[in-house]
Structure formats: C-alpha cells, structure tokens
C-alpha cells in the first residue's frame, strides 16, 4: 500500500471514530454516589417510616427507584472486586476479606479503563478496596479527588463518591444519646426486644441521616455547577448491613441494597418506566452495574463481564436468578452460597458445623452484639433470636415475601421441596458456568496454585487442576449428613485428589456415628500431605471424642508454620476451650500467610474461644 493511501485509510478510520463516538455533549455524565452497610431497611422510601432519609428520598421521586437490587457480597472488599472487574469474585479467587491475590490483568481489565479508551474523565472519592493484587487500586483512575472545575471542562466524566457516614463502625460507641428515639424504631425478628439493641438501632439510624445529608449536599453541588440536566445519577449501597446478622450474612438483610437512577430528560429514551417516581420490579445484581454502566457511556464492554445490561438501549433480558457468596470474613473462616428470585431465597452452607455468628472482635465493638450474646448466655433468647449462634442447617429456604427477615427455614416442608430443588440445580449450574473456586478450602487453593505457578483465576479455568465438577458432587455427598453414604465416604478419603479428601473429612464429620466407626479412618489423615485435610481430621476426631491426639496434631502444624495456619487457629476456636494449651505455638508462630489476620487471631484466641 501507498503513503498515500495509507494516509487516506487513517483519515477514514479516523473519521469513522467520530462518528461512532458522539459528541461529548451528547453522551451523559455519569455520578456514582456509593453509601456504605446500609440495606433497604434505613432508607424511608423502601418503606421505613423512622428512617430520615429525605434527599435520597427526593432523588426517588425524580428518579427510578429499583425494588430488587442484590449485592453479590455481603461485605465492601469483595463486593467491590465484582464491581471494578465485572467478574464475581468466586471466577477471580477474590472472596476472601482483604485477600489482595493476584488476577491476570492483561486479560481482566477494570471498567475504568474501558471508560477512559472512550473519553471520559474517571474520578473515584474515595473507596477503592478492590481486594486484588498486581496493580495499584488507583491505577485507574484519572483523579482521586473531587475537582468540579474539571468536571465542567467539557469532557464527559465518571464521578464515584463514596460516602462513608454509615459504615459499620458508625453504629459503635455509646448508644444512650440519640435523635431517632428507640421507641419506633422497627425492629428486625431475629433481634431480641432488649433496649440495648432498641438504641443501637436508633443510633445507627442517626448515621444513616448524616450519609443522606451528604449524599444531599453533592447532589446541590452537581446543580450548582449547572451539571444536573447532563448527568446521570446513581446512588446505591455497597451491600447490606448493618447491624448483627445482616453484613456478612446472605439474608435480605446482608444483601438487599437501595439502588436508585435519575436520568435527564435529556435522556429519556433511555428510562425504564414511563416517568420519574417509578418503582421498577426488575432483578439487579450488582455484577451487572459494571458492564451497564459501560454501554451507558457507549464504551466497549468487554466479554469477559459477567453481568447483565438493565438499563439504556442495549438493555438485555432480565435475569431470572441472582446469586451471592461469602468465604472469610477478617480472620473467621465461613463459607455460603445463595441463589434467589425475586420471591424465594435458598442458602447452601458449606460449613455448616460453625455457627452464622462466630465471634468477630470487629463486630463484637457494637454494644448490641455484645448485648446479643449476654442476652443468649443468660438463656433468654428463643428459637429465632437465638438461631444466630448456633451451628446452620447445610441448606435453607426462604420465603422473603412473606419472611422478609428469613427467620422461617421452609426447606424441610415437602411443600416447597420442588422449589428448593429448582433453586439448588440452579446454583449448581452457575457455580459450574462460573468456576466456582470456594469448593476447596482457601489456603489448600492458594497453595495449589503457587505451586502450580499461576493465578487462583487461571487454576479454577483449569480441570486438572482444579476438578470443580467432583468436588461439587463430593460436597453434596458430604452435606447430606446421611449414614447410607458412609462407604462413599471412606472412598473419598483414598482419593489422589485433596480436595476430595477434604469433603470427605467433612463427611465424616457430621456424620452421627459412633467414634469407633470413623476415627480410624480419620487417623490415617493426621499426616495427610494437605494441611488443611489434616486440620479438618484433627477437628473431625476432636468431636468424635478423640482430643488428645486432635490437640497434638493442631500443635504440630503450628509448629511447622504451615500454610493452613489460620484454618488451624479457627479450628482452636471452634474447639470452644481454653487455649492455653497452644498458647507458645500460637506466639510463636511466624507464619506470613494472611499475616494481618493471623495476628489478629494469635493477639485474640482467648476472645474467640467462645466460636
């Protein structure tokens, strides 16, 4: 080809870049106002009669209020790692709180990016918390600052505001002093009446109006500044919460977020109801916001995002099924996945032998935690107030029309048997078509692929690697806690695979069998080559009566540094006694795997002790 030519190609391609991207002025601004912990509960116009919420409010009634918007993860690191990537957290090996492991970013790319290729100015005030490795959490960003003199220099903008008012640890400190009065505040079933939680609540309630109040004054901003007819505005929360068995939990109250969306007049072809005020029914999850808010800007969205478009011209089929997760929370082990409709919820809990309510120094801060568990201790909380500190079910079913606090488990109702299954094959689906990682144990993942050399993301694409089908097919096996699978199970443990080995542990576990049935076979695993098979074994024969040897096993890997470390100091937890018996190795140990939280652990044994 000519100079020439080659020249008049460029002109061209130049030209028809143009034309496909409008003039700036055409394309909208985009401000993302992000509150933290707060559920649907603490916003007046989902409902909540004491909640003062008066300009998200008023931004309802000129916007689109949606009624069915689910976060993915009940807490901000992982919940923020879907949202950056548009990837769940359980393709990415980012469930984990403040796990930061690494993703091949060549391949993953953050929706900044994506914005900034196509013109538009990104800006983030100032909540990253990505939860993942290789690259900065501002990398991406053109600023983190909030400068309206830039925002009006004619380029379209992408404008995140976190505001963190209502953060869960603005529901901490004294309780006594409040401008929302304890008397009317609607207290969730689960909660016991006791006038600590009636004022906790009330203070919390008193944060949630500051969040709103500055919500309220960046909104004045935006019109200030003559920016309010070209902008779009979105204010949501970053997932639920935010008081004791809502954050971190995959109940309503742990899940279900505010999400609303004014849109201009400018752009009216773009609303998904006739007119503002609108209530709309749709499903949301939070995975799809990445990838919607792309096609929004008209940006390239990438195939990798996971999500759905809801909202504008390329608006997709509304998804029939949302899905949430949750591993470790700080330094407490757990580990759920949940999939709903707009109407039923089903939980399948992984770790069922632990309660929902492990002790969590951060939590434990709150007075109505505390409170919670003085409360339970005296004896006086019932079969639903006190649920929270018991061991779970391996499977549950809610209602939440008619159970909004999903306090009514309905998967043992023959009733609804047809509903649960419907619900559970769809789970199963997904966590295949997504590569569920969280079906091995974190540290026995993690080191599998360092020895693999290669990310967590690339050993779950992996079969060999990582046999997601079996393992799925084990878990269920050894969750059924069913006498007749006891052979299989035994056969589970002489698999080459550790994963399999693992779930049968886990089997075996919560098997009711005589000690002299399964601890035998669970000795043979006291020097398994997986650390974390032979912490379960140690704490599978603790519970079958066999301590002694459970202790002189947890010690040992104590001692050896290994890298199931805080699995094991978890496990020492569970036991539910008194840890002086590991205190040296505790001490001692120098293990760098999760470091911040294994010292959190060894500083705070004796505050966990009581699970």
């Keep these: ?43 007046g116009c989902y409902g909540n009669s004491h909640a003062n919420t008066p300009h998200i409010d ?49 391949q993953v790319k953050y929706y900044p ?16 918390d990505y939860n993942i490795g290789g690259r900065s959490d501002d990398d991406c960003w053109d600023s983190t600052k909030l400068e309206w003199k830039k925002l009006k220099q004619g380029k379209p903008f992408f404008q995140v505001i976190n505001v963190a008012s209502s953060h869960e640890s603005r529901a901490f400190g004294e309780v006594n002093s409040t401008s929302h009065s304890p008397e009317d ?42 920016l309010y007819e070209n902008t779009i505005v979105v204010y949501n929360s970053d997932h639920g919460g935010v008081l004791p068995r809502s954050k971190r939990h995959l109940f309503n109250s742990g899940t279900h977020c505010p999400l609303i969306i004014r849109i201009p007049k400018k752009y009216q072809a773009w609303w998904p109801a006739e007119s503002p005020g609108s209530k709309i029914d749709r499903l949301v999850s939070f995975i799809d916001m990445p990838k919607t808010w792309l096609s929004l800007a008209g940006a390239q969205v990438p195939e990798v995002m996971q999500g759905k478009i809801f909202l504008g011209k390329d608006r997709e ?51 109505a935690t505390r409170a919670w568990e003085n409360w339970h201790d ?31 488990n309905l998967i043992d109702d023959p009733k609804y048997a047809e509903k649960a299954n419907e619900l559970k094959q769809e789970l199963l689906r997904w966590q295949r078509e997504k590569r569920d990682l969280g079906l091995l144990p974190e540290c026995e993942r993690a080191k599998r692929a360092e020895d693999l050399g290669i990310s967590l993301c690339e ?33 589970f443990l002489q698999s080459d695979d550790s994963g399999i080995r693992y779930w049968g542990v886990i089997g075996l576990l919560l098997l009711d069998q005589k000690p002299a049935q399964v601890t035998e076979e669970l000795r043979k695993l006291l020097r398994d080559e997986s650390h974390s098979v032979q912490a379960m074994a140690a704490y599978a024969l603790h519970a079958k009566g066999a301590r002694d040897l459970a202790r002189k096993t947890l010690l040992n890997l104590l001692h050896q540094e290994s890298h199931a470390t805080l699995l094991v100091l978890n496990i020492i937890a ?17 293990n760098n795997q999760l470091k911040p939280y294994v010292q959190k652990m060894k500083g705070n044994l004796s505050f966990f002790t009581k699970n």
Aim: glycine share 4%.
């Design 459 to 491: 050993l779950a694409k992996d079969p060999e690697a990582y046999d997601l089908d079996a393992y799925l097919e084990a878990s269920d096996v050894a969750l059924q806690s069913d006498a007749r699978h006891l052979t299989e199970l035994r056969q």
């Design 1 to 43: 080809m000519s100079k020439l030519n080659c020249f008049t190609s460029l002109l061209i391609l130049f030209g028809l870049f143009l034309g496909c991207s409008s003039d700036a002025s055409d394309r909208p601004n985009i401000l993302w106002i992000t509150s933290e912990d707060n559920n649907v509960n603490w916003v």
């Design 113 to 128: 990016d994506y914005l900034k290729t196509a013109g538009y100015y990104c800006s983030n005030v100032r909540k990253t």
């Design 378 to 408: 005296a004896g006086k909380t019932n079969k639903i107030t006190g649920r929270w500190f018991r061991p779970k079910p391996s499977e549950e079913l809610y209602d939440t029309w008619e159970d909004p606090d999903n306090v009514i």
């Design 185 to 226: 505040i609607q207290l969730a079933k689960y909660h016991p009446d006791i006038p600590t939680f009636r004022k906790n609540y009330a203070h919390y309630h008193d944060a949630v109006k500051r969040m709103d109040s500055e919500v309220g004054k960046f909104l004045k901003q935006l019109q200030q500044h003559g």
């Design 58 to 106: 008023k931004l309802a009634s000129e916007g689109f209020q949606y009624m069915n918007c689910f976060a993915n993860a009940p807490v901000c690191a992982p919940s923020r790692s879907g949202w950056i990537t548009g990837v769940h957290p359980v393709s990415l090996g980012t469930l984990p709180m403040r796990s930061r492991y690494p993703i091949p970013h060549d």
């Design 574 to 590: 569970w036991l539910n006694e008194d840890p002086a018996y590991f205190q040296d190795a505790i001490q001692g140990t120098k």
């Design 317 to 367: 089929a509304e998804r029939p099924f949302h899905v949430s997760y949750r591993e470790r929370m700080d330094g407490r082990f757990d580990n759920q996945r949940a999939i709903r409709n707009k109407r039923y919820l089903y939980i399948r809990n992984y770790m069922p032998f632990v309660p929902r309510g492990q002790r969590l120094e951060y939590l434990w801060k709150m007075e």
